[in-house]
């Protein structure tokens, strides 16, 4: 493979691609729940449920890609595989179908996690002056600190 020369360190590469590999691995764990929960939400909110998850895990596909060619940006491997995000994210599984009120819970703290593993991932970025990356994890936290206060904004 050819030498990557892009004046960021082998190591920082490294560095800032594992807190990228927690932020993707956490991105598609709440994906996944997002998709989960618009395809089973039932009850009186359920259009509008349906509608705004669909917008949500739609942002968040496109976000996983993102941060995946980032990584490989980098030099690194994506990880790609659903063992591999398991041993990454931080965000827990949900077992069964909850109600829809807690299915919108659920979800705000899911986002909510994303930004924290945003701000772990975000200082190693900054101090290697990797700016791309830093730039794509400051846009990943201010979607996900929006998208968690329109969900806190539904109790």
Not at 90 to 109: C, F, H, N, T, Y
Not at 137 to 155: F, G, V, Y
């Amino acid at each position: 493979m050819n030498e990557i020369d892009i004046g960021i360190s082998t190591a920082d590469r490294s560095t800032i691609a594992e807190g990228l590999k927690r932020l993707l691995a956490d991105s598609y764990t709440l994906y996944l729940q997002t998709h989960n929960f618009h395809w089973n939400v039932t009850g009186p909110q359920f259009r509008e449920l349906h509608l705004m998850f669909e917008e949500h895990y739609t942002e968040l596909a496109t976000a996983v890609d993102e941060i995946a060619e980032r990584i490989r940006t980098l030099g690194e491997v994506a990880p790609g595989t659903y063992k591999a995000f398991a041993q990454l994210s931080s965000i827990p599984e949900v077992d069964g179908v909850p109600e829809a009120s807690e299915m919108v819970k659920i979800l705000k703290r899911g986002h909510e996690q994303v930004v924290k593993t945003c701000r772990k991932a975000l200082g190693p970025a900054q101090e290697a002056g990797d700016e791309s990356s830093a730039a794509l994890i400051s846009d990943r936290m201010r979607i996900h600190e929006k998208t968690a206060w329109m969900l806190r904004a539904m109790h």
